[in-house]
């Protein structure tokens, strides 16, 4: 009869306890956020991904009154810190500034991917659209897109791209035009965008596809050149650049996108409160020019929220998989 008792008390306490969480979780979310926020960023510093979180997070973390510390982790074109970001803590302190990449074309390009993109991460928000360039070196001998095409078909075996990594954004765009062009080049990796075009700067690599955040001060500056914009318009940010359609390669049309996302199982309350910010962010004045400036695509109302963010990375998981898996 002790012995029941016991296991009766026992009983008693764990329910009463579990009681106390369910009750407490509620409380933490509305009361969220009450410290620091970390934002795991998975590309090196002064990279496109870097930049776009580094303007957005300054405004959001005003509107949510606490600091959001950038961490940049780098390594396997994100994927390396985008699994560290889905084992974290799902209490709202640790986020993941994600892309196309790391959050779409990582499912084909890694086969044993530690992550999944739609089962391991709460969908947070968009943050801004960047279109996709065809870069060279400022020495690099075509004058124009079609010279460039020539030029590469014939020196396939020659001339290298940069990118920073398998599966970024500037290792899948490539791959795309690698694919349109029925070309491949030698791939330089590195630890991020941001090392990738200084070493297309120093003219150490041939060419490279890359975010238009990352490129407009360099081909402004003259220490890059640009062959299209692979939009169907032309950026206000780079008026002189020609889309792909007009320079003569219609059929490699990119953009990527860069989004916040937290660990599965994020309460819904906090989830809200971070698109909130999200939204004030993108609707503020000096966030907007500086975005534009940098040629980014800032996202419509319907765009914002985390249902419309599920949906891009269902269906860009779904355009990029069987572009990239004969690749991979």
């Not at 009463?16 to 009450?34: K, R, W």
Request: with cysteine.
């Amino acid at each position: 009869m002790k012995l029941y008792g016991r296991r009766s008390v026992a009983g008693g306490c764990l329910a009463i306890l579990a009681g106390l969480v369910a009750l407490a979780a509620p409380a933490q979310a509305q009361n969220y956020p009450t410290r620091s926020i970390t934002m795991i960023v998975p590309f090196a510093a002064g990279g496109p991904t870097d930049v776009i979180a580094r303007i957005v997070t300054g405004h959001m973390a005003q509107t949510l009154g606490q600091a959001i510390i950038i961490e940049n982790v780098v390594g396997a074109g994100g994927t390396t810190a985008t699994t560290r970001a889905s084992k974290a803590a799902n209490d709202g302190y640790t986020l993941i500034t994600g892309h196309m990449g790391t959050h779409a074309a990582s499912v084909p390009l890694y086969p044993k991917l530690a992550y999944h993109p739609e089962k391991d991460f709460e969908p947070v928000g968009l943050l801004a659209g960047t279109p996709i360039l065809i870069l060279a070196r400022k020495d690099l001998a075509p004058k124009d897109l079609k010279e460039f095409v020539t030029y590469v078909k014939a020196n396939e075996t020659k001339v290298n791209a940069a990118h920073a990594g398998v599966g970024s954004v500037s290792n899948v765009s490539c791959e795309l035009l690698n694919s349109v062009l029925g070309v491949k080049p030698v791939g330089v990796p590195f630890n991020g965008t941001g090392p990738a075009m200084n070493a297309l700067v120093a003219g150490q690599v041939d060419y490279m596809c890359d975010q238009i955040v990352n490129a407009v001060p360099q081909i402004n500056g003259g220490t890059i050149k640009a062959y299209a914009i692979a939009t169907a318009e032309r950026n206000p940010s780079l008026p002189d650049v020609p889309t792909t359609t007009e320079a003569g390669l219609p059929a490699f049309q990119a953009q990527a996108w860069n989004a916040i996302f937290a660990p599965k199982g994020t309460p819904a309350p906090i989830i809200a409160k971070l698109n909130e910010a999200i939204v004030k962010a993108l609707d503020d004045e000096t966030v907007k020019k500086r975005l534009l400036e940098l040629g980014s695509v800032i996202p419509g109302p319907k765009d914002r929220t985390p249902e419309a963010l599920a949906a891009l990375v269902k269906s860009e998981i779904a355009k990029w998989t069987p572009v990239l898996k004969p690749a991979g």
